[in-house]
Nanobody, 117 residues
């Protein structure tokens, strides 16, 4: 049974920081890119950041310079350090893992709420 378990969300004032964690459990098949997405109320889900299996990191323009994605392979955990948070960062943040032989299978966590106000 594969599972992505997220934690670290919460409420913070503008300018504050939070760190999200996503632990991958039960994955025995090929794992490709892991990343974070977010969905604000009334809006479509948007990509935030990705960490490739080769160690490459990628960010949406809206978070570049403020968010840092990292991975602890020993713990099978992905992190998103979020600094200088803004009210527009308020959203449900979800962890994604692309797996399968051709990296076409999407796995999702349950989501963790981040509120900046």
């Amino acid at each position: 049974h594969v599972q992505l378990v997220e934690s670290g969300g919460g409420s913070v004032q503008p300018g504050g920081s939070l760190r999200l964690s996503c632990t991958a459990l039960g994955f025995s098949s090929n794992r490709c890119t892991m990343g974070w997405y977010r969905q604000a109320a009334g809006k479509q889900r948007e990509w935030v950041s990705s960490y490739s299996r080769y160690g490459g990191t990628y960010y949406a323009d809206s978070v570049k310079g403020r968010f840092t994605i990292s991975q602890d392979k020993d713990k099978d955990t992905l992190y998103l350090q979020m600094n200088s948070l803004k009210p527009e960062d308020t959203a449900m943040y979800s962890c994604n893992l692309k797996g399968g032989d051709y990296c076409t299978i999407d796995y999702w966590g349950q989501g963790t709420q981040v509120t900046v106000s």
